[in-house]
């Protein structure tokens, strides 16, 4: 049997924030499908609807055409999705892995997650990458400056490496990044679950990655001493854990 990991990015990025750690899984064996979201990656289309609904469905056609049980890597923000892709198909995931992502509850957005982390933790700042976000159109459309990338997104990254990377990001539509669960115990519950939390992250702050792991219990927890993105910094650290996730699942 095939050892298929399909990958999904986080806001403003597409499949080439996985660039580094794709040949490295490809080396151990993995079938690695690195994937741009609707409306997102490097060719954006503002014509298609940008929802939970829409990227959701998207990667579920795409499993659904493999025909066989996948890993599905979720960055950040797109932890939201493969969430509600385990709630439509359990029973074709091995085990979710959310890479610093967002692993909301049911009912909870992210800027509800905020809202709480500003409540129990008083006087810290929980702001993340908002301050060096630029908006177009009324505020639909967020684009991340290239000042917020290196500072809060790739701060343990050579500078120059960094702005290079900026390059990438791409503009986005709110409504990729306002999203809402629905989730069951007995679809998403029977999904077992894997966390690489990053203790440097300045996007989403240690605290906030611990909150979202007690509102939902039951992942097991592995740990980076990085920023937001492991997968640029420590990739052989994170193909390693991926491997670590297929072999206590015995896909061979």
Known sequence: MAKHIVLIHGAWQGSWSFDLIKPLLIERGWQVHALDLPGNGHHPDPTIEVSLRSYSQYVFDYIHALGEKVFLLGHSGGGITISQVAEMIPDRIHALIYLVGMMLPSGMTFLELKQLC???????????????????????????????????FLQDYPMLEAAGLARNFTAQTETGRDLRLSLSPEHYGRVQRIYIEALQDQSLNIKMQRLMQQLSPGAEIYTVDTGHVPQVIVPEQVVEMIERTQQKYNVI
């Open 118 to 152: 500003e409540a129990r933790f008083p006087g810290q700042s929980f702001e993340g990458i908002s301050p060096y976000l630029k908006f177009s159109e009324a505020g639909k459309i967020s684009e991340v400056t290239e000042e917020g990338v290196i500072k809060i």
